[in-house]
């Protein structure tokens, strides 16, 4: 059974430190988004990356936010220093390749928060 | 970021009684897509939309892409306990298998009584 994963599913830090959340594609899909979820915002989405190359992170704070993909079967999303107003659930998404549905699998989510 | 608005925020039903949310945008959407989410998890897809005018069933479920490309309905007939979560519409501006961006609603929260 295919799935997204993501680590860790819950994370709990102090304003100020670095916070790394982890993303494994479903395995031969390559364009993986990034959201997160608030209360006040709703989904948001972040940034994304096909085949690795970032075609867009308008939605994201460059000043803090960072991410990467290492490789085809490793999402990064680094924020450094972390705020309280980080504090969401942030989920990764992924697509295959000539997809006909373009239907995005989410992960299951990184609750952070930022005390 | 641009959202969608959807219609209502919250409901709550008895089991058995149909279920109709709304979401409207400013702009056009080439795709449109309705995605449940349960507690502690991810949105999950339950149907898309691709043409104008667009009706589409799943089991329960019906959607439809609205004939301006500006709005969409989920219709849930016969609700079950099951149903309750979090509905989201989304909306891709992207053309089908260009796997681009999508831009979600507000959600409407579900909830249903026996």
């Known amino acids: 059974d295919a799935r997204v994963t993501q680590t860790p599913r819950h994370k709990v830090t102090e304003m100020g430190q670095e916070v790394t959340m982890r993303c494994q594609p479903i395995l031969g899909h390559n364009t993986v988004f990034w959201y997160r979820q608030t209360m006040m915002q709703g989904l948001e989405l972040l940034a994304y990356f096909r085949n690795r190359a970032p075609l867009d992170d308008s939605g994201m704070p460059k000043d803090r936010f960072s991410a990467e993909m290492p490789d085809a079967t490793l999402a990064t999303l680094k924020i450094q220093p972390s705020e309280p107003r980080d504090s969401a659930v942030y989920f990764c998404a992924s697509v295959g390749e000539g997809s006909s549905t373009d239907t995005q699998y989410f992960g299951p989510g990184t609750r952070l928060t930022v005390l | 970021g641009q959202q969608l608005n959807q219609s209502p925020q919250s409901m709550f039903i008895q089991e058995g009684e149909d279920v109709s949310m709304n979401c409207t945008s400013s702009?056009?959407?080439?795709?449109w897509l309705w995605y449940k989410q349960d507690p502690g998890e991810g949105p999950v897809l339950l149907i898309a939309l691709y043409k104008a005018g667009e009706l589409t069933s799943n089991g329960r479920l019906t959607a439809q892409f609205g004939i301006t490309r500006k709005d969409s309905f989920l219709n849930i007939s016969a609700s079950i306990p099951s149903d309750v979560g979090i509905y989201f519409c989304?909306?891709?501006?992207?053309?089908?298998?260009?796997?681009?961006?999508?831009?979600f609603g507000t959600g409407t929260r579900l909830q249903v009584t026996l």
């Open positions: 702009s056009i959407f080439n795709t």
């Open positions: 989304a909306g891709q501006l992207g053309l089908t298998g260009t796997a681009s961006k999508l831009t």
